[in-house]
């Protein structure tokens, strides 16, 4: 079976600290990817990061970094120097096995706030 | 590009109707979903397809139908709706290269059953 956990269901910070967003996923597939996606209030999801099971180099681009450890099965998602534009729920998610990307599982999401 | 687009936007329905929810890609992507979001528990997929004609179960499909006779289309019927419909429905596509490279959203249905 196949599971992502955000245990972190609502955040909320002031704008410039740094905010770890935690994702914790179950597979038995020794494949897999996962992802971040961002849903501003708006309502719109938005693909921010995809990281395949083979990979697990951190990556980092402008305010934002991911920290991927397979021993601990997380992939945790940091934003450095929140900014009240960073105000959204995030949710982590996984694909994994035959046709993985016709179907992602999804956390419950974690609601960011920031405030000013 | 329009990306997917997903008609209409809003809906009320009474229990017992039934409706179709529209979904369409122009990115020519093999694979389509349907997922249904509630508050506190992410997006749940209802169905997904591979490609024309071939259509799967996700983890909440009951209540639900779905067909694919084209690449571009996927919509997603409710033959008798229930309260425990009321929620927003997302349309997603993805191309079946891999790695993938993440999926495509609608912006979404918002759906109310009386």
């Known amino acids: 079976a196949q599971k992502v956990t955000q245990a972190q269901t609502e955040i909320s910070v002031v704008e410039k600290e740094d905010v770890t967003l935690d994702c914790v996923y179950e597979?038995?597939?020794?494949?897999?990817?996962l992802f971040w996606y961002k849903q501003p209030p708006s309502g719109e999801l938005v693909f921010l990061i995809r990281?395949?099971?083979?990979?697990?180099q951190n990556e980092i681009s402008g305010r934002y970094s991911w920290n991927f450890q397979k021993s601990t099965s997380s992939f945790n998602f940091t934003i450095t120097a929140s900014q009240v534009v960073d105000s959204a729920v995030y949710f982590c998610a996984l694909s994994a096995g035959y046709s993985s990307a016709s179907k992602i599982i999804f956390g419950s999401g974690t609601r960011l706030s920031i405030r000013p | 590009n329009a990306g997917v687009t997903q008609t209409p936007k809003f809906q009320v329905l009474k229990t017992g109707q039934s409706m179709t929810l529209q979904c369409a890609q122009d990115m020519n992507h093999e694979y389509m979903s349907w997922y249904r979001q509630d508050p506190g528990m992410g997006l749940r997929l209802i169905h997904y397809s591979v490609g024309a004609g071939i259509t799967d179960q996700g983890e909440v499909p009951n209540g639900y139908n779905v067909s694919r006779s084209t690449t571009e289309d996927f919509p997603l019927r409710l033959l008798s709706a229930a309260p425990s419909q009321t929620s927003v429905y997302f349309c997603?596509?993805?191309?079946?290269?891999?790695?993938?490279?993440?999926?495509?959203f609608g912006p979404g249905t918002r759906l109310t059953v009386l």
């Open positions: 597979t038995r597939d020794t494949t897999y990817y």
């Open positions: 990281r395949n099971s083979f990979d697990e």
């Open positions: 997603a596509s993805s191309s079946r290269l891999v790695p993938p490279v993440g999926q495509f």
